[in-house]
């Protein structure tokens, strides 16, 4: 049986073989029979999926904020964690090439291929089956989805605030990094146009950037006059 | 009944008065009640039917085509037809300066009213349901569905290439317009950089201006050596 502990990871074990198959092949060992037309599909799959669980689940949140939410959980990133927890990888079909590349660890090829065996799996079982796989991988993943967990890219924010109102983009810089290596801290300064807006700390500088961006928005909110 | 006719057209009579409501209630209407959230559902909604429609009608497209041809089939002035069709203007509620400024004939609003719909079907009928319905309605309206009618959008092509080469859009140029009103015939001429590529004629200035735009895309491959 093709990838016979996938299918048990799942719950699911699939009648068409060739299905399966074709949902774990990159493109580099067959151009003309791969997963790409599956993930096509199980992209929009995924999407009707995490779309309807997050207006279940806030059923006050408004579009926008929905839109926000399910961005936030269907991207490469997201399929990538979801592809490892299944340890697809161990499954795929690549060219020896991109096997010496670490194709099996990379998040394109496996998101790719998490989306690409959704989509078989709704071919062959319909959307409800489809959806009940995905949710419980997605619930086990995000035990906790929460608007505050999902948003929480201050940085993003900040540069969409400063884009429109400065032209710019605002500048990290990083003002030192102290303590041994298993406990370093990172101070870094937010700056536009030069102008210092907020310092912050953190373990790692993407957290010390988030917790500056973070503050800068609360300060320039005020300035700027923003709701 | 609320909408009486419009539930027959759609060959659905809902259940919960209630959610057909808020599929047709504008923003303006209300800020509370409105369909904003069911769109956001009906746009995943729509995606899918659509996108496993294009998957099943042509079996061997690539990935990138069948992604052209949601794309022509999902938008805003798709969703706006089948609206249409469906007589959706009619039964929306809208604000009072909304309807003044024509709110019912709105492709925005309509198409988003739409989507709306769908997502309302799909929440009280299921994913079946919802795709009889919306592929019924879709073939209707597109009873021959080709990669070539489709994609047949030579403006955008046109302005890719030139953007990509000259680092400029194209300009048409209307030339004359002549006949009577029922009648008229339209010339343009397409320019890059000053530089006349091509000369069309159409019953409207958009359909000089596509047959102009594929004109001046087959010039241009040959000049510039492209496939």
């Keep these: 049986m093709v ?112 989306e ?3 989509g078989a799996l709704y071919l062959e079982s319909g959307f409800d089956k489809a959806k009940e796989i995905a949710l419980k991988l997605l619930k086990e993943e995000y035990p906790k989805i929460t608007p505050e967990e999902l948003l929480k890219d201050y940085k993003t924010t900040l540069q969409e605030i400063t884009q429109a109102h400065f032209g710019v983009v605002p500048e990290y810089r990083l003002l030192s990094a102290t303590g041994p290596d298993h406990k370093k801290e990172f101070e870094i300064g937010v700056f536009i146009n030069d102008r210092e807006y907020a310092r912050a700390k953190g373990r790692s500088k993407k957290a010390a950037q988030q917790e500056g961006a973070r503050l800068t928005i609360e300060k320039l909110k005020k300035e700027l006059n923003l709701k």
């Design 116 to 118: 690409a065996l959704i």
């Design 3 to 114: 990838a016979e502990e996938l299918q048990k990871s799942l719950g699911y074990q699939f009648k068409d073989e060739k299905l399966i198959t074709e949902a774990l092949t990159h493109r580099s060992y067959s151009k003309e029979f791969n997963n790409e037309r599956l993930e096509y599909l199980g992209d929009a799959v995924l999407d009707l999926i995490v779309g309807e669980y997050l207006y279940n689940l806030f059923p006050k949140a408004e579009e926008g904020i929905l839109s926000k939410l399910r961005a936030a959980l269907v991207n490469e990133e997201s399929f990538d964690k979801l592809a490892k927890r299944l340890n697809l990888g161990k499954y795929l079909f690549l060219s020896p090439a991109e096997e010496n590349n670490k194709g099996r660890e990379k998040p394109s090829i496996l998101s790719s291929a998490f």
